[in-house]
């Protein structure tokens, strides 16, 4: 079967749109995070203090819900836990929960670490992630 012309510039028209589409996607995504958004894995203290939130749960859960999300199953024997661990100036503190101990005008910093990053900074047994909080120093 025998392509025109016609159809391949209709081909590349198609797959033209599709690439900008993608593209100006991106872009709104880059400029909405550039708007207040902040980082997708971090969250600064000037963000902490705009929160008004009391602890620091709720600070991360107002502004990056998504830390808090189970993994779901996480090895093959169920050995780690799904839930990022939380880790408090270095020193590991427990499930995401935990937080909820922690007050908001304490925190400096939070950050998520993925499994893979967690592993490397963390080591292993952190397969659901880290969220890492590192306190303001008095």
């Known amino acids: 079967m025998r392509r025109t012309s016609g159809g391949r510039l209709a081909l590349r028209a198609v797959v033209l749109c599709l690439l ?3 593209t100006a996607g991106a872009c709104a ?4 995070a550039g708007d207040g958004g902040g980082s997708p894995e ?3 203290e000037q963000e902490v203090r705009q929160s008004r939130a009391a602890n ?3 600070v991360v859960a107002k502004l990056r819900g998504n830390f808090l999300s189970n993994r779901g199953a996480t090895s093959l024997m169920n050995t780690s836990s799904p839930e990022p661990t939380v880790y408090v100036d ?3 503190w427990g499930p995401p929960a935990t937080l909820r101990n922690l007050p908001a ?3 400096a910093t939070i950050r998520l670490y993925r499994a893979w990053e967690a592993t490397t900074k963390f080591g292993s047994g952190n397969m659901g992630g880290v969220i890492e909080v590192a306190t303001r120093q008095q």
């Open 20 to 22: 900008l589409a993608g």
């Open 29 to 32: 995504t880059q400029s909405r």
């Open 42 to 44: 971090f969250i600064t």
């Open 56 to 58: 620091a749960y709720e």
């Open 105 to 107: 005008e304490q925190v």
């Open 90 to 92: 270095g020193v590991p």
